[in-house]
């Protein structure tokens, strides 16, 4: 019987713990939103991120700059949001355009406004066991293993993909709950074989239909980080039709992984806000 893992649902629980957990503690959380250009895409992502903030009670504002400036000009303005003592949070909406360098943009922001957890500093903290803020998307797919009590402890977890967002990341936080981690990329030979051995699957590869049925374990986990636009120009995933089928649990695409991602990006800037004022939320989420 193979079930779905509802993100959707998972992620409105997590907005709506935002929501109490700030309006409980008197906290008032602020987000900077940084959108360079006019790439569609990107219009639509910072649209659900401020209706997100809506829903949580949490401020935010757009800053919306023309794709023609120079990077330097970008750069100094995420230094004046970081300087700005009500911003509790900023994101820098990727991709930039092509002209500018997004490591030299992102490393304007200071690792305690970093909801995104992009900057080294977080990266570092993450790698060594100490994080403060998790990057979205790994710990919303940990949230939602949690919410079903996946178990993953001594479980075999193959990740397919090793982006600095999703693959490695997401490889780093099964292991701090003690999964026995494979990481697979484009070079990895026989990655049929490997991923047929996971209790967990991810798929994290932006390769519509590269997981097929004969790739996965009767009863494995199917976790599809992908988005990917199939020929008809519907929103697809990682994994075919079938795949999903000979698993337990699934994530849907739409409705599974990319609303997590939403709501653990909530959860951050909560998170941020209480730490740079000191404050102990003892937060049930808290991660
Ligand atoms: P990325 O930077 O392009 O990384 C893709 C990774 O997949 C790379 O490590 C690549 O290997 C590997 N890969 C690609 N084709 C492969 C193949 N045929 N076999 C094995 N490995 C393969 O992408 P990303 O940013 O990590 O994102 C991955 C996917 O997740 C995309 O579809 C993206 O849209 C989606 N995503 C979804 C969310 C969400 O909220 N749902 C958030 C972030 C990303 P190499 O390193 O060898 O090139």
Redesign the pocket.
Same mark, same amino acid.
């Given at each position: 019987m193979t079930h779905i893992l509802d993100g959707k649902m998972v992620a409105a629980k997590v907005k709506k713990e935002v929501a109490e957990t700030l309006k409980a503690n008197g906290l008032h959380a602020s987000l900077a939103v940084v959108l360079v250009g006019d790439d569609p895409a990107s219009h639509i992502y910072v649209e659900h991120k401020n209706k997100d903030c809506e829903e949580c009670g949490v401020f935010c504002r757009t800053h919306w700059m023309d794709g023609n400036f120079k990077q330097d000009f970008v750069a100094n303005y995420v230094q004046s949001l970081a300087r700005n003592n009500d911003i509790d949070g900023i994101l820098v909406q990727l991709p930039l355009p092509e002209h500018m360098n997004a490591a030299k943009v992102l490393a304007e922001i200071p690792p305690e406004k970093d909801v995104d957890c992009f900057t080294t500093a977080n990266i570092g903290r993450l790698y060594s066991g100490d994080a403060f803020l998790k990057p979205c !998307?790994p710990a919303g797919v940990m949230r939602l293993l949690d919410e079903y009590g996946i178990p993953l402890s001594g479980k075999h977890c193959v990740v397919?993909?090793? =982006?600095n /967002? /999703? %693959?490695k990341p997401m490889a780093q936080l099964l292991l701090d709950e003690n999964a026995t981690v494979t990481v697979?990329? =484009?070079? !990895?030979e026989n990655?049929r074989d490997i991923c047929r051995s996971a209790d967990v699957l991810i798929a *994290? *590869?932006?390769?519509p239909g590269?997981v097929t049925r004969d790739m996965v374990k009767d009863g494995a986990v199917i976790v599809d980080? %992908?988005?990917?636009r199939n020929a008809d120009g519907k929103l697809c995933g990682d994994c075919t039709r079938e795949a999903y089928e000979v698993s337990r649990f699934y994530t849907p695409v739409p409705g599974g /992984? %990319?609303p997590m !991602?939403r709501a653990m990006l909530m959860q951050n800037v909560m998170m941020a806000a209480a730490n740079r004022r000191g404050l102990d939320l003892n937060y049930k989420g808290e991660n």
């Open positions: !998307t397919i993909g090793r =982006s /967002v /999703v %693959g697979c990329h =484009s070079k !990895t990655l *994290a *590869a932006g390769n590269l980080v %992908g988005m990917n /992984v %990319g !991602t």
